[in-house]
């Protein structure tokens, strides 16, 4: 099996090359090519083609490999899987925000090994190999610690449909007295990036789904910070909370009586 820097070189690479593709052919306003959770849960034709060039590029490297996509679902069945968003945070790309990223995650045998994060628009890619850091260039990220809930900056986001967006603002009315501020940045990926880069000191949020979060908690794990669902169970589309040790307890406290993985 190869080694875990060449998955990471590889992920950061094809991510690289969606990018540049993404720059070039997005026009000045995108269509919406259809929807799928809710009206505003929208797909472009570029969230498709990057997906496609994504996969059309794994598949000329490494034919064996399984991959689970956004767009495209799941394909094949070796022990190495990709984990891919071809455009994470694609309401931003939408409106010309620069929040919108390429996520790819590499699996061997069920653990995330690589990932890496292209945060298009600010020239940004952050890669993470298990064991080997979390990286944005040449720069190792290390998240912040020792910060207080009472003077954490904390990102997070809301999902599509209108019921789990209501129980959403009330468990942010219950947080926002109890934190220095919120960020919505419109990419969970990105956000978790933001948790290893000192840019944010937390995360979290009900809703987001793997491809979402594969690469970018990876890149937060390595970069020291914590990641988990609530009461010890492992971080999933119910709800993640990523920090560092100790901000991480106080957030998961904060956060379990206020039952937020409940929709309306
Ligand atoms: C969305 C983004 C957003 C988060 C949503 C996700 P998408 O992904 O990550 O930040 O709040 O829950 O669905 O739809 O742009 O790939």
């Known amino acids: 099996m190869e080694s ?8 950061e690479e094809i991510s690289r090359e969606a990018g540049e593709m993404l720059l070039a052919k997005r026009p000045a306003r995108p269509e919406v090519l259809a929807t799928k959770s809710s009206p505003t849960d929208v797909v472009t034709a570029l969230d498709r083609a990057s997906e496609e060039l994504i996969r059309d590029r794994i598949r000329a490297v490494r034919p064996g490999d399984a991959i689970l996509g956004e767009e495209g679902g799941s394909t094949g069945d070796g022990r190495v899987r990709w984990i891919v968003d071809p455009i994470d945070g694609t309401v931003n790309f ?3 925000l620069p929040e919108w990223a390429v996520s790819l995650a590499v699996e061997v045998d069920g653990e995330i090994v690589a990932g890496a994060v292209n945060v298009v628009p600010r020239g940004e890619v952050f890669t993470a190999g298990r064991g080997e850091g979390a990286w944005l260039g040449g720069e190792r990220l290390r998240c912040n610690t020792g910060v207080p809930l009472g003077r954490a900056l904390i990102a997070t986001g809301f999902g599509y449909e209108a019921g789990r967006r209501k129980v959403q603002a009330e468990v942010l009315a219950q947080v926002l007295p109890r934190v220095r501020d919120i960020r919505r940045g419109g990419s969970a990926a990105s956000d978790l990036c933001s948790v290893a880069a000192g840019r944010v000191d937390g995360y979290f949020e009900r809703g987001p789904q793997y491809w979402d979060y594969a690469a970018g908690g990876l890149v937060a794990t390595e970069a020291g910070a914590r990641i988990g669902g609530l009461g010890g169970r492992p971080y999933n589309p119910d709800l993640t909370i990523c920090a560092a040790p100790g901000l991480f307890e106080e957030l998961h406290d904060l956060l379990a009586p ?3 993985e409940r929709d309306a």
């Open 4 to 11: 875990v820097l060449t998955f990471v070189r590889l992920a």
């Open 94 to 96: 939408l409106y010309g």
């Open 258 to 260: 206020l039952d937020p």
